[in-house]
């Protein structure tokens, strides 16, 4: 049996394409190749970061540039807005790595509310707040340009955004909204193996870097900024993901971003769709919904286990059961990536054989 096709949110599947373009000849990264390979790469992610910044690369999990983030700017406390496994970490880490950090906690499924995030930076004493866009866990989208304005009203507050299984499905409009940092792994919508991050830091988010004194070497963003003038990274870049990412935004340059996003939101419907004709429920609210995965709340007397197993038996289709405390009562199936029509298509098909089952 072949290895089966990730319909899972994240690694997604990655295009025969996309190992075709990484399997490029090795080039050397402190020479012309690698400057003209970096290049490259800045007006196609600054596009879909809506940013006029630097856009820069990081040899990690998002995880690594999410406690890069605190280490580069807390001074005082964070907030952390937590609606999922993945936001409900971030408080974690920041106590790891020894900042006071807050919290505001909603259910899991729910999405995060400004005006409570307004009223608990009214407390004052923060300077940092951390924000995950798509809630990977649950399904969930919050509202990014309607948090991003009330953090935005305080001054000297920091916001980090987390638009990991965002990024390249939706608008992020980084600089619109007054992002300080917007950071995304490429294996999820960019479709890319894990391994790189890509994150860009606002003009006062540098400034606040530049006053901490133990922001570390390997992910101080001054290092980054230093490094981007000269088209190049502070520390040896994954060579071969930064190819498979330069064929990756010129596959979304052929399509259209326009395209592309229309296109996450009808593969979207169509999972929505079987959902509904099988009384699915959806586990994240109306209004807040990713674009890029949807989490189905597993019905009572569902084999979940036995359907995801028959899937990828039968299909050799994967999707998953669940994560972290939501783990078997609930189960998500990506749309994003270089998911199509059809494709998603073809995974209903076999979805609805084995329901009829």
């Known amino acids: 049996m072949p290895t089966p096709k990730l319909f899972s949110p994240g690694p997604v599947d990655v295009s025969p394409e996309t190992f075709a373009a990484m399997s490029h000849t090795m080039i050397g990264h402190r020479g012309s190749d690698f400057e003209q390979l970096y290049s490259s790469l800045q007006p196609g992610l600054k596009e879909i970061f809506g940013t006029e910044r ?5 040899t990690s999990s ?11 700017l807390v001074q005082k406390k964070v907030l952390c807005l937590c609606c999922g496994a993945f936001s409900d970490k971030w408080i974690d880490v920041a106590k790891k790595c020894g900042f006071e950090a807050e919290a505001i906690q909603v259910e899991w499924g729910e999405a995060i509310d400004p005006e409570v995030v307004r009223a608990k930076l009214s407390e ?14 649950t399904g969930v989208l919050n509202d990014l ?5 009330v953090v935005k009203s305080f001054p000297d507050t920091m916001l980090v955004v987390d638009s990991v299984s965002s990024l390249s499905t939706v608008d992020i409009d980084m600089d619109k909204h007054g992002i ?18 890509l994150f860009a830091v606002s003009d006062a988010a540098m400034a606040r870097a530049k006053t901490i004194e133990n922001r570390g070497y390997y992910f101080d963003f001054h290092e980054f900024a230093k490094n981007d003038k000269k088209n190049n990274t502070p520390t040896t870049p994954c060579i071969s993901l930064l190819f498979g990412l330069q064929f990756m935004l010129s ?8 395209a592309r996003k229309k296109r996450h939101a009808k593969t979207n419907a169509m999972i929505h769709a079987w959902g509904a004709k ?6 994240a609210p109306e209004g807040h919904r990713s674009f890029a995965l949807t989490c189905f709340a597993t019905p009572e007397n569902f084999d979940l286990s036995a359907f995801i197993k028959e899937l990828k038996t039968k299909y050799n289709f994967l999707i998953n059961g669940g994560y972290g405390k939501i783990k078997g009562t609930t189960f998500r199936i990506s749309n994003m990536g270089n998911e199509t029509e059809a494709t998603i298509q073809e995974l209903i098909d076999a979805m609805d054989d084995i329901l009829a089952k």
């Open 145 to 149: 340009e309607a948090v991003s304005k």
């Open 251 to 258: 596959e979304i340059a052929k399509e259209g971003f326009a």
């Open 180 to 197: 300080d940092v917007c950071l995304a792994g490429v294996q999820k919508a960019l479709a890319l193996p894990p391994g790189l991050a």
């Open 124 to 137: 004052g004493g923060f300077d940092t707040v951390t924000f995950i866009h798509s809630e990977t866990s």
């Open 62 to 72: 998002a995880w690594g540039v999410m406690e890069a983030a605190l280490r580069n």
């Open 54 to 58: 630097p856009v820069f690369l990081s």
């Open 278 to 283: 099988h009384e699915f429920e959806l586990f």
